[in-house]
Structures are given as C-alpha cells and as structure tokens.
C-alpha cells in the first residue's frame, strides 16, 4: 500500500402489460412539521415513466402553489395490493401496506411559495399498475381521476431528442380549479440493455448520445444485466442520471477489471464522471481486478469521481484497495448506499457526505477506511454521517490515515462494530501523522465506539459546523438533502 500515490497516472425480453400514466392533482395542505404556517396548497402529479412485466418507474413532482413550508410530508394508497415501492431517489419513501409515505424530497424539505420537488421510484406490480387517484400533503386529502392510453393509442405521438423514452403527453383541465388530469404514454424500452432490447447496447453509447453542453437533465435507464465496460461521462455533459431499473442495486452492475500495475491508480476506474450535476440510483459500480495476482499495493478504483453536486442514491461500491476516489472537484452525496473494499477505499481530496450508507472492510487482517487529501483551505473533507461501518475480523479497521497533511475526516452518529480498532483507529500514512491531521468522532455508538487519548471527539459548540447541509453547501447553498 505505501507509495501508492506515487503511481502514475496514466490515466431485462420484456413483455409490456399496460401503459404508463400519469395524474396530478391540487390538494390542500396544512402547516409543516414543526412549524406554525398558514395553510398552503400543493399540487401532485405522479407519472408512470417505464414499465415492464412485474416492473416499473414513477417520477413525483411535488409543486408548492400556495406559501412557503418547511417541511411536507406526501402519501398515497395503491389501488393494487400487489403494488410495491422498491427503490426510491431524492426522498425517504416508505410503505405499509398499500400505504406509501414519502417524506422531505433530498432534494429540498422546505418548499418555497411556486417551488417544485421531485423524486422517484422503482415500483413492482402484480397483474395490473393502476395509477393513484389522491394524494394526501400534510394531512389533507382531494381526490381525483386518472385516464391511461395503451400503446396502440391514437393519441398525437411527439418525438423527443432526449436518449430516454420517448413519450406522447396530453393534457385535460378539469372543471374544477383545484383537479388537473394529465395522461401520458410512455415506451417500456430501456435506454440501455445488454441484451439489445434497449435504445442502446452499452452505457457508454448512451452516454455518448447525449447532447453536448446539455441544461437539462437526461436519464438512461438500464435493464438488469452486467455491463462490463468502462464508462467515461465527459466534463461537457452535465445533468445525467444513470438509473438501474432492477429490483435492488446488485441487479445492474457496471464493472471492469483495470488495475493501476496496468493503469495507474487514477486510470485504473471502471466508472469516470467529470461532469456536474451526476445522479446515479440502484445500480453498482465495481472493479473486480483481483490485487492479489498483481502483488500487494496494487490498487483498482471502481469509480473516479469529478462531479460537483454529484448524487449516488441506493448505490454500490465494491473494490478491493482504493474502491472510491473523490477528486478535488467533486462535492458529491452518497445516500442510502453501500461502499467495500480493503485498504484506503474512500480516497482523495473532495468533499463527500455518506448519509446513512454501509460501510464494510472485507480483508480478514482489516485496514483504513479513509485516505484523505484534504486541502490546508478546505474546511470540509469526508464526513461520515449516521452510517454503519462493519468488517470481516474485529479489532481490525481502522477509521482512516492521512494522505495528505491536512486530511479532514469526521465520523458522526454512526453505529461502529467491533471491527474497529478501539485503541488506535487512526494512523498515520507516509510521514503524514494523524494526530496533525483534522480526525474526529462525534456521538458514535456502537462496540467499536469507545472514547480515549488516541480518539478525538468533536465539541458539541463544534459539531453545529459540521452538518451534512454544511459540507455540501459550497458557495451557491446546494442542498441535496433538505
């Protein structure tokens, strides 16, 4: 591992069963959460993006046309028993029952007066997808009508230039001011699928489809399957999300198998994203370069990571030594996802929050988790933030070493196994002593959350600073979280 950064950088047949649609409508909502406000009025519309048998995608836009709220929460009920919510992006979306509950979209809790909210989903259905008819904001319901069109509709087909689907929308105002409906037809076909049913064959002829110097953001959906390929989103094509339609993120796997004794440590990435504004949901990023036929220290990065406002939702990374590598450019947000490797693999010198994500150290004899190159006027690095860490042996992992002097690293309310090494769980990294360096813990739990000499813990005064809002925040207030 020593020296490492010395290494040179040289650089699902598908049959469709019923069409999608889409509602929306106007409801009533009542004051947010924890605050005193007037009531305010929102309207919904739910759209049906993709569907496939047993499968499909719902975008939710949540408009705010009344005054401002901090805070909202969204449900609806399934006209279909057998309706799922399996993945969601950009909220915290819930269900029991037919019941969905949606909570405080990533993208922004609080909604200002004329303010949209969005996020989405992949949903399961059994023999039928009906649409929703009502939405409930803040505790207030309205009903409303939906109508879908099949494929075979005579309705007016627009074409899109966009490398998703392509759709046919049209629109009917009801006689009520506060009920809109809206259907859209949408085609089943994924942009991508290995297996030619798609738009596209590889991601990265996808990816090359979009247009450059894009403002708007384009979504390739990809069928479950393994793409092994390396996947390059230039700087000149900002706003891409790339969204796994399968089940569970370990269904679509993007994966290589560079190595840095090949490539160097930079180069060695399965997945390179150089421009801002990249969303990836419910897929994984892998780079299964196995380091132990190459010798000890060789690395292998399964995604090099340039994005500024970057968003990883529901999102794998699995590597050996040095899986994720966040540059100096990026200020990116890792929610809901799990993150594996060996030795180093959360690694660089951006900005990167990991909200609620898993973390795990696979080698039996352990190893740092972070290697962090934080710059001297940076006051933000890595933070850690309401995570699970685990490992394969306990008293093994250590939290992280410096790669740089003034590496900032901060481990915050997560839950810490006994994998950790209590004792020391920091060190020091090639003449870059971790007691220099900016390390600290603050309110963790856990067996591995043990509090001594070797352990600084972060003030409470202090910790007010160090808030995921306050990492990401940058100069133009991004907020992916609400």
Known sequence: ????????????????????????LACLGVAGAGSAQAATSFSV???????????????????????????????????????????????????????????????NGAVAAGGTVS?????????????PTSFTVNGTTTGGTTTTTTPSSTTKTTTSTSTTPSSTTKTTTSTSTTTTTTTTTSS??????????????TIQAAVDAVPSNNSSR???????GTYREIVTVPSNKPYITLQGLGSSPSQVVIIDNHGANNY???????VFVNAHDFTATN??????FDETNAGSGTQAVAVNDNADRGIFDNVRFIADQDTLLVNASARSYFVNSYLEGTVDFIFGDGIAVFNNCSIYEKRSSGGPLTAARTPSSHTYGFLIYKSTITGAVNGTTQLGRPWGQDAQVLFRESSLSAAIATSQPW???????????RFHEYKNTGAGATVNSNRPQLSDSAAANYTPQKYLAGSDGWNPIG
């Open 45 to 107: 519309k739910y759209t049906v993006t993709s569907q496939w048998s047993g499968g499909f995608i719902a975008n939710v836009d949540v408009t705010n046309t009344g005054s401002a709220v901090s805070s909202w929460t969204l449900s609806w009920t399934f006209p279909d028993s057998a309706q799922k919510v399996v993945s969601g992006w950009n909220a915290t979306l819930s269900q029991s029952g037919t019941q969905v509950t949606v909570t405080n979209a990533a993208y």
């Open 264 to 270: 160097g440590t930079f180069n060695s990435a399965t």
């Open 283 to 288: 897929l994984t990023f892998a780079n299964d």
């Open 1 to 24: 591992m020593f020296g490492k950064r010395s290494t040179p950088c040289v650089r699902r047949g598908r049959t469709v069963i019923a069409a999608a649609g889409t509602i929306a």
């Open 427 to 437: 060190i020091d990294m090639s003449g870059n002593t971790w007691q220099n360096a």
């Open 218 to 224: 384009r979504v390739i959906t990809i069928k479950p």
């Open 119 to 131: 996020f989405g989903f992949n949903g399961a259905f059994g023999s039928a997808n009906p649409v």
């Open 188 to 201: 089943s076909k994924p942009t991508v699928a290995s297996d030619g049913s798609g738009s596209y064959v």
